[in-house]
């Protein structure tokens, strides 16, 4: 990969990260045991409540993130050649994400769900199939969220349930109706949208992504990034990626359900 020039910036302090978020619920992030890993700075519980929807690329609000925070989001998994090698590579840089499952390859998938969730990631939702929600029936759409709901909790969990132990959603495409996001709020499920993305459906090489996304991340300072796991090109950049997050003082925050942070406390 080419060898990129990589910019500087100051860093605020974990400490002033957290004191300028306070109320915002947060918990220790899990030692790692390499101390030059980028890691996970603080897990960031989100509320359907307070935070039905986020993300500025399809909503005018989003996470309450300090500068330099982001929040990493993968779409479309699982899909094993590709997914394992991003779950590597957060993995040795001890860095938590989001994944937002099609309910279809969960249920062809189940061994990876149960590895994403083991290694500490969150589970999201999105759809059985990946339609257009927007350009179809509003049962249909119903439909498509339950279904793929569904497919996740069973293969997670063993037990097909409508009701997600994790109430995150994004739709795919972040195309949307407002009796579908409606019905989500109305369910205390929250929908993610992306405050900036890789692009990574379109062709280019990994080198052009790598340039792209860092560039766009930049520019924003923070953020909730979308990727897609299914992607070789996403694969093959992630390390160099989160090198480049631990190099030019980033720090990852990590999402979670309204009270999973406290009953992770408590297990402890």
Known sequence: MTKMHRPKWTSITAGAALAALAG?????????????????SRVLSVDAKTTPRVGL???PQTLPLADHEVVLTFDDGPHPPTTSKVLAALAQECVRATF????LHASEHPDMVKRIAREGHTIGHHTWSHPFMARIPFDKAKGEIDRGIAADETALHGVSTTTPSTPFFRFPYFESTQAELDLLQSRGIVVFGADLWASDWNEMTPDEELKLITERLAAAGKGIILFHDPKARTAAIMPAFLRYLRENGYHIVHVVPAGAAQKNADAR
């Open 57 to 59: 690329k399809s909503f």
């Open 24 to 40: 915002i619920a947060s918990a220790a992030a899990a030692e790692c045991p390499r101390k030059d890993a980028l890691g996970t």
């Open 100 to 103: 937002f499952l099609i309910g």
